[in-house]
T-cell receptor, first 111, second 116 residues
Framework: KQEVTQIPAALSVPEGENLVLNCSFTDSAIYNLQWFRQDPGKGLTSLLL?????REQTSGRLNASLDKSSGRSTLYIAASQPGDSATYLCAVNQAGTALIFGKGTTLSVSS | DVKVTQSSRYLVKRTGEKVFLECVQDMDHENMFWYRQDPGLGLRLIYF???????EKGDIPEGYSVSREKKERFSLILESASTNQTSMYLC???????????????FGDGTRLSIL
């Protein structure tokens, strides 16, 4: 059964720092991996989707990478800002099921 | 932009009541999903639908049913609400004839449901 793990569960950084969030999954047979952002009490906002044939995707200050063979993905956030404070979730799309989510990394960026 | 609208942000109901949670999307998406989110457990799939009148059980369907009479609307029904169904419920939709196609899922703002 696919399991998705995100480490660390929480992260605090000063404004301006570059940071990396990690996501690992146990079964490499995935169609894609998606990164989301969730603000407190709100729904999920899709940030990036990486197809299984891709190595990375970029959107603004965000860069997500995918290494299917090792079962890992990273989300790189450049020049972090207080407005980046949120919970970041990764999820894999595996044939036969809907998205399987990790439990998230809660990021706090201090000014 | 894709808009997924959940009818209520907050809802309080009593045990034993039949509860309806409504979700509407405006992008003509084929696929729609219901998840619940609980602290320490993350998001778990309850039911999904890849076409009108089609439904599939997710990981935790017990105590729930769904209805999809129109493409844009997917309803989650708690047949007889219990306190362990107190949770945040999230609806999502995505494009694609094949529901595992490489299209992102778009989420609503969630309904925080309390069962007393």
């Amino acid at each position: 059964k696919q399991e998705v793990t995100q480490i660390p569960a929480a992260l605090s950084v000063p404004e301006g720092e570059n940071l990396v969030l990690n996501c690992s999954f146990t079964d490499s047979a995935i169609y894609n991996l998606q990164w989301f952002r969730q603000d407190p009490g709100k729904g999920l906002t899709s940030l990036l989707l990486i197809q299984s044939s891709q190595r990375e995707q970029t959107s603004g200050r965000l860069n997500a990478s995918l290494d299917k063979s090792s079962g890992r993905s990273t989300l790189y956030i450049a020049a972090s800002q207080p407005g980046d404070s949120a919970t970041y979730l990764c999820a894999v799309n595996q044939a036969g099921t809907a998205l399987i989510f990790g439990k998230g990394t809660t990021l706090s960026v201090s000014s | 932009d894709v808009k997924v609208t959940q009818s209520s942000r907050y809802l309080v109901k009593r045990t034993g009541e039949k509860v309806f949670l409504e979700c509407v999307q405006d992008m003509d998406h084929e696929n729609m999903f219901w998840y619940r989110q609980d602290p320490g457990l993350g998001l778990r799939l309850i039911y999904f639908s890849y076409d009108v009148k089609m439904k599939e059980k997710g990981d935790i369907p017990e105590g729930y049913s769904v209805s999809r009479e129109k493409k844009e609307r997917f309803s989650l029904i708690l047949e007889s609400a219990s306190t362990n169904q107190t949770s945040m419920y999230l609806c999502a939709s995505s494009f694609g004839q094949d529901w595992y196609s490489n299209q992102p899922q778009h989420f609503g703002d969630g309904t925080r449901l309390s069962i007393l």
